[in-house]
């Protein structure tokens, strides 16, 4: 049981697209992180600010257009309606699974104590205000002080 | 007055059975009672005639009277108002065939929302608007069939583009009602009376819990958790049936390369208290209710819980998960309970 002390771990997750299927990766790494003690924070930027956007986190699509893994000719995935059939078809197979949703996971992560952050400028682009965001991101920060956070941190791009 | 001196005369003989005791005084009785009766009688044989006077005098007076009801009722007929009495008992007749007493109960209830909905569409204003475009309805004829290429020319037009934001706002509502009547009419899923059912056994899951006993509570989550079935994970968790080997032993006892407990069966409490310690977690009651749920759990399923695991089973909030094992909960509520370490990415 001699356990050696390592360097205190830490993760900042950049989340920069707004898919269903490009949320739930920067979501599942950080609460990972924390369910295995290490300290964890996450930089919503550009698209990625839909993720923590009250009127858009629950009805996050799944782009299948120039995805090849989708199995599915882009001139098919392109036709209108797809995104939010493949996001329904992705919806159902989590809740099949007890996945939590993206407003759950986020819910989670906040009382895990992983650190959610808003990136300022994106927030500029997009006219959003800190009221259009969900309760559970603590900041409006800019890169400058995302790289003072993520000092000693592995960052991770999603 | 015969048939009263006939009965008088029979209640004479009945008085010496009576005794032989005063007859003479019963008879004056009698006789002072009859004298009352020819008064009343008399009294009612005037009034008799007087009523048989009056109906002689009325009679033709109610012959005319009823020539003139028949007049004015074939009159009516005439005018239809009989025929349209009838038809409208008919469509009473019709009302109550095809609602019940609830549907008029629910429209009692539904009567302000009516009146207010009819004052709204009644403001001059609302009327005004509609008119304007009634008078458009009505020209409807002289209108010029246009294209998508028309459509785009047209909402060049300011009035046009005002109109289309009007329409749009009331697509927007009206979608809004339905999907609120949507909600309210959905059939609840199997996840969703999952989650009732755990909710009502726990109760309010944001309740503060740390160092507060809750035998009961913990006891019928732990039940439920295990009606729940074997848990679903994001990764397919391996049953291990043997112990791991063990890598490194202390004191006797075999743990694996990863810290916990080599053999589960190996378990005790005072075993567990010494790991804790080890850990940095002193075991207070609230936190051994979790490692019991912890270990139960793990011999109902051969699984390790995972965080999201132990909160839908304890009832506890990820928070106070995160407060009472601050470092890695899942993982560390595993080591404490000597069972393997928890699988899953949730």
């Known amino acids: ?109 906040e009382e895990s104590g992983a650190e959610l952050y808003a990136c300022e400028l994106a927030m500029n682009m997009f006219k959003r205000k800190k009221e259009d965001l969900l309760p559970q991101v603590k900041d409006v920060i800019t890169a400058g002080d995302f790289y003072e956070l993520s000092e000693g941190a592995q960052v991770i791009f999603t | ?170 697509l927007k509502h009206v979608g809004h009602a339905a999907k609120a009547m949507a909600e309210q009419r959905r059939e609840p899923t199997g996840a969703d009376k999952r989650k009732a059912d755990l909710a009502k056994r726990l109760g309010p899951k944001k309740k503060k819990v740390l160092g507060v006993e809750r035998p009961q509570v913990i006891e019928d989550a732990r039940q439920e958790a295990r009606d729940l079935g074997p848990p679903v994970l994001c990764a397919d968790p391996a049953v291990k049936e043997e112990p791991e080997a063990a890598a490194t032993m202390l004191d006797g006892v075999g743990f694996t390369a990863d810290g916990h407990l080599a053999n589960p069966k190996a378990w005790t409490r005072d075993l567990a208290l010494n790991i804790a310690h080890a850990q940095g977690v002193e075991l207070d009651d609230a936190r051994w209710k979790v490692v019991e749920f912890a270990r139960a759990d793990f011999e109902e399923h051969g699984v390790s819980p995972n965080v999201r695991r132990l909160t839908l089973g304890t009832g506890l909030a990820t928070r106070d998960l995160y407060t009472m094992f601050p470092k890695a909960p899942a993982r560390t509520i595993a080591k404490i309970a000597g069972i393997p370490k928890p699988a899953g990415c949730i």
């Open chain 2, 1 to 170: 007055m015969e048939t009263t001196q006939t009965s008088a005369q029979k209640t004479e003989p009945r008085a010496p059975t009576n005794g032989s005791t005063l007859p003479n005084d019963a008879a004056a009785l009698m006789a002072k009672r009859m004298e009352v009766m020819e008064e009343q009688l008399a009294y009612l044989v005037k009034r008799q005639r007087a009523q048989e006077e009056l109906f002689a005098d009325l009679t033709p007076i109610g012959k005319d009277l009823l020539n003139v009801v028949t007049e004015r009722f074939s009159e009516l007929e005439k005018e239809g108002a009989i025929s349209f009495a009838q038809e409208l008992l008919a469509v009473t007749r019709k009302v109550v065939q095809h609602y019940g007493p609830e549907d008029v109960r629910q429209f009692g209830n539904a009567v302000v929302t009516i009146l207010d909905t009819v004052r709204a569409l009644t403001q001059p204003e609302v009327l005004a608007i509609a008119g304007q475009a009634s008078t458009v309805l009505q020209n409807a004829d002289q209108a010029e069939p246009i294209g998508i290429m028309g459509m785009v020319r047209a909402s060049r037009n300011e009035d046009v583009q005002k109109g289309m934001a009007v329409m749009m706002e009331l």
């Open chain 1, 1 to 109: 049981m001699a356990t050696i002390a390592k360097p205190k771990r830490k993760i900042a997750l950049i989340c920069s697209h707004g898919g269903l299927d490009e949320a739930y990766p920067a979501l599942i790494l950080a609460n990972a992180a924390r369910q295995s003690g290490i300290d964890a924070f996450i930089f919503f930027t550009f698209w990625g600010l839909d993720v923590v956007t009250e009127s858009k986190v629950d009805h996050l699509h799944v782009n299948l257009a120039g995805n090849p893994s989708s199995g599915m000719p882009t001139i098919v995935a392109g036709l209108p309606g797809m995104e939010s059939l493949a996001a329904r078809m992705m919806k159902k197979q989590m809740e099949e699974l007890e996945l939590p949703t993206v407003r759950e996971m986020l819910q989670i992560l």
